[in-house]
């Protein structure tokens, strides 16, 4: 596709269940992102993939979130056993090659992610 | 680790206008990217205009025109001419020039309403 793409674009889901949100990153690029949004607030940085590279998983806040990318491409957000404070919108975000260069990011919709 | 500040939670504006958002960062790196993103009620963000700290002249794309000072630590956005478009949060956001340096970090955001 032409940009980044994110489903579900909404989840509503309960307390204790895990959830999976995708992001599809525009084609050739090698660097992708994960950002949580609370409402009102800046963007919370997760998770960073680079091509081969192991993955930055310094912004991840517990070990219930994890992502994994595969083949390079498409990458996973997975939230085990839920909390309320998990309720956010979840941004991917992907950038052309040339880490160095200052490209910039480009942002899929986001998925709002709600729990019960 | 680097920070932006964004110290104008909420601004306004008359249509036609000028109004400038103001951003402070702080590094130690000599070498960085500084980039505007807006964020409309739509969610998705969108990059504005970017800044290559090793470049004095300040960047400017249509009707938005940055203020870039270095020694300051100082990167405002200027919109001219404001369109009702405009309304939406707007964020800075620093990156490291340097190959190791893979986050972006954003500041909390400001948002703008064009008054008619």
């Known amino acids: 596709g032409a940009g980044v793409s994110q489903s579900p674009s909404n989840k509503v889901t309960e307390k204790g269940k895990d959830v999976e949100l995708r992001c599809d990153p525009i084609?050739?690029?090698?660097?992708l992102y994960w950002y949580r949004q609370s409402l009102g607030q800046g963007l919370e940085f997760l998770i960073y993939f680079q091509g081969n590279s192991a993955p930055d998983k310094s912004g991840l806040p517990s070990d219930r979130f994890s992502a994994e990318r595969t083949g390079g491409s498409v990458s996973t957000l997975t939230i085990q056993r839920t909390q309320q404070e998990d309720s956010a919108v979840y941004l991917c975000?992907?950038?052309?090659?040339?880490?160095?260069?200052?490209?910039?990011?480009?942002f899929g919709d986001g998925t709002r992610l709600s729990i019960l | 680790a680097q920070t932006v500040t964004q110290s104008q939670p909420e601004m306004s504006v008359q249509e036609a206008e000028t109004v400038t958002l103001s951003c402070t960062y702080d590094t130690s790196e000599s070498d960085y990217y500084l980039f505007w993103y807006k964020q409309p009620p739509s969610r998705q963000m969108i990059l504005v205009i970017r800044q290559e700290a090793y470049k004095q002249q300040n960047a400017t794309e249509n009707r938005f025109s940055v203020n870039f000072q270095k020694a300051a630590k100082s990167f405002s956005l200027k919109i001219s001419d404001s369109q009702l478009g405009d309304a939406a949060m707007y964020f800075c956001a620093y990156r490291s020039a340097s190959p190791y340096g893979n986050q972006f970090y954003f500041g909390t955001g400001t948002s703008l309403t064009v008054i008619p």
């Open positions: 975000a992907s950038s052309s090659p040339g880490q160095a260069s200052g490209q910039p990011q480009h």
């Open positions: 084609s050739g690029h090698t660097a």
